[in-house]
């Protein structure tokens, strides 16, 4: 009999989560604690600083099969999604149950309070939201305070790892030594294109290293770096940057720093930083870069 239950309710699951996938590799970023994303210490949910963020996916419809609605299933583990259980999320094992179902369901409200970052919606008790609060991810009821509308505020990201190619120097691109960046050949280094950038704004940029998630390029003294994320303003907007697509030259894109107008990211002697537009064909050759997605592993 419990052998005839567990099929039954794999069947039902597979059904439930068969019409649509948002990806199954999303990461969820938290808007206020950006090196921080939704995760799981044990099956209780938090928001974590990983170097490698867990993985989601978003079903949809929610396996509440209501129209408007995600359920949030384990990257690692199918079977397990994430619920509320007493007002707190948990990755539990889906067992077949109609309160499981709604519990596991989320309305997903797209740039609720902050462009580019969503919220989720309780189905079960309405106007609750998931929000963290002493990084423990919980049910909470909507309140019409800052600190509440971000930190129920997510990114949903589906990270693509890609090389950022120059545009007069072709068999370079972005790449590190040490902490500096350079344009190198056969470069290890790669990095997700965050939209919007660390600032928020829209057509921006912010460059997370796909090797730690809590690292970012940002300019210091007129010099690209990567470095760990800072819960400062100075360091979101050196890390965030106007993407122009197309800027001088077809299929290449120029990066403008966000609180320096009219400085590009360009290479001089190989090295990558930011200097002002000064109109030449160098350095419009200089600042331009193509974007190459890499093939995941």
Same mark, same amino acid.
């Given at each position: 009999?419990?052998?005839?239950?567990?099929?039954?309710?794999?069947?039902?699951?597979?059904?439930?989560?068969?019409?649509?996938?948002?990806?199954?590799?999303?990461?969820?970023?938290?808007?206020?604690?950006?090196?921080?994303?939704?995760?799981?210490?044990?099956?209780?949910?938090?928001?974590?600083?990983?170097?490698?963020?867990?993985?989601?996916?978003?079903?949809?419809?929610?396996?509440?099969?209501?129209?408007?609605?995600?359920?949030?299933?384990?990257?690692?583990?199918?079977?397990?999604?994430?619920?509320?259980?007493?007002?707190?999320?948990?990755?539990?094992?889906?067992?077949?149950?109609?309160?499981?179902?709604?519990?596991?369901?989320?309305?997903?409200?797209?740039?609720?309070?902050?462009?580019?970052?969503?919220?989720?919606?309780?189905?079960?008790?309405?106007?609750?939201?998931?929000?963290?609060?002493?990084?423990?991810?919980? %049910?909470?009821?909507?309140?019409?305070?800052?600190?509440?509308?971000?930190?129920?505020?997510?990114?949903?990201?589906?990270?693509?790892?890609?090389?950022?190619?120059?545009?007069?120097?072709?068999?370079?691109?972005?790449?590190?030594?040490?902490?500096?960046?350079?344009?190198?050949?056969?470069?290890?280094?790669?990095?997700?294109?965050?939209?919007?950038?660390?600032?928020?704004?829209?057509?921006?940029?912010?460059?997370?290293?796909?090797?730690?998630?809590?690292?970012?390029?940002?300019?210091?003294?007129?010099?690209?770096?990567?470095?760990?994320?800072?819960?400062?303003?100075?360091?979101?907007?050196?890390?965030?940057?106007?993407?122009?697509?197309?800027?001088?030259?077809?299929?290449?894109?120029?990066?403008?720093?966000?609180?320096?107008?009219?400085?590009?990211?360009?290479?001089?002697?190989?090295?990558?930083?930011?200097? %002002?537009?000064?109109?030449?064909?160098?350095?419009?050759?200089?600042?331009?870069?193509?974007?190459?997605?890499?093939?995941?592993?």
């Amino acid at each position: 009999m419990g052998q005839i239950y567990q099929v039954l309710c794999a069947l039902a699951l597979f059904i439930l989560t068969s019409n649509g996938l948002f990806g199954s590799a999303n990461e969820l970023r938290s808007y206020n604690f950006p090196d921080h994303y939704i995760g799981v210490k044990g099956n209780e949910g938090h928001i974590i600083k990983q170097s490698v963020p867990k993985k989601w996916a978003l079903v949809n419809p929610g396996l509440c099969g209501l129209l408007g609605t995600v359920s949030l299933q384990s990257g690692d583990d199918p079977t397990r999604y994430l619920r509320h259980r007493n007002f707190l999320l948990h990755e539990d094992e889906y067992d077949g149950t109609n309160l499981y179902r709604k519990d596991a369901c989320f309305y997903l409200r797209k740039d609720k309070w902050f462009l580019g970052h969503d919220a989720f919606e309780s189905v079960n008790y309405p106007g609750r939201f998931i929000r963290h609060q002493g990084y423990r991810l919980k %049910l909470h009821q909507y309140q019409s305070v800052a600190l509440f509308e971000k930190d129920a505020s997510f990114l949903v990201l589906s990270p693509v790892c890609n090389k950022f190619q120059s545009q007069n120097f072709p068999a370079y691109s972005f790449g590190l030594v040490g902490d500096e960046a350079h344009i190198i050949t056969n470069s290890g280094d790669s990095w997700v294109a965050v939209s919007p950038g660390l600032t928020g704004q829209p057509n921006t940029t912010s460059f997370r290293s796909c090797d730690d998630s809590t690292k970012y390029l940002r300019h210091a003294n007129y010099l690209l770096w990567e470095h760990s994320y800072q819960n400062a303003d100075l360091y979101r907007k050196d890390a965030t940057f106007f993407q122009h697509k197309d800027k001088w030259f077809d299929g290449y894109d120029a990066y403008e720093s966000n609180n320096f107008p009219l400085h590009f990211i360009r290479h001089q002697g190989y090295r990558l930083k930011i200097s %002002l537009y000064d109109g030449s064909e160098l350095y419009k050759k200089d600042g331009s870069f193509r974007k190459q997605a890499q093939e995941s592993n």
